[in-house]
């Protein structure tokens, strides 16, 4: 549970970030001249932010991964 827990809060911080930084990049590259601002817009919420979250759920899944006793899970043999 609290791997999923992590991850969701990841998804939302990753989600704001791709939304709004994806919206600004896409306003500056956009050579669209009638409605940039609404394309920028369009393209944050519903293009760059959802790519972000599942980036973010999958980063925040990864960085949940410890095991009751708080350390990090070993991969490998030592």
């Given at each position: 549970?609290?791997?999923?827990?992590?991850?969701?809060?990841?998804?939302?911080?990753?989600?704001?970030?791709?939304?709004?930084?994806?919206?600004?990049?896409?306003?500056?590259?956009?050579?669209?001249?009638?409605?940039?601002?609404?394309?920028?817009m369009m393209a944050g919420a519903f293009f760059w932010g959802p790519i972000a979250a599942i980036i973010g759920l999958g980063g925040g899944i990864w960085i949940g991964r410890r095991n009751e006793s708080g350390t990090t899970t070993q991969t490998h043999a030592e």
């Amino acid at each position: 549970m609290r791997r999923i827990g992590i991850g969701c809060l990841w998804t939302v911080g990753a989600y704001l970030l791709g939304a709004f930084g994806g919206g600004f990049l896409t306003s500056i590259i956009s050579s669209n001249q009638h409605d940039r601002d609404l394309e920028a817009m369009m393209a944050g919420a519903f293009f760059w932010g959802p790519i972000a979250a599942i980036i973010g759920l999958g980063g925040g899944i990864w960085i949940g991964r410890r095991n009751e006793s708080g350390t990090t899970t070993q991969t490998h043999a030592e």
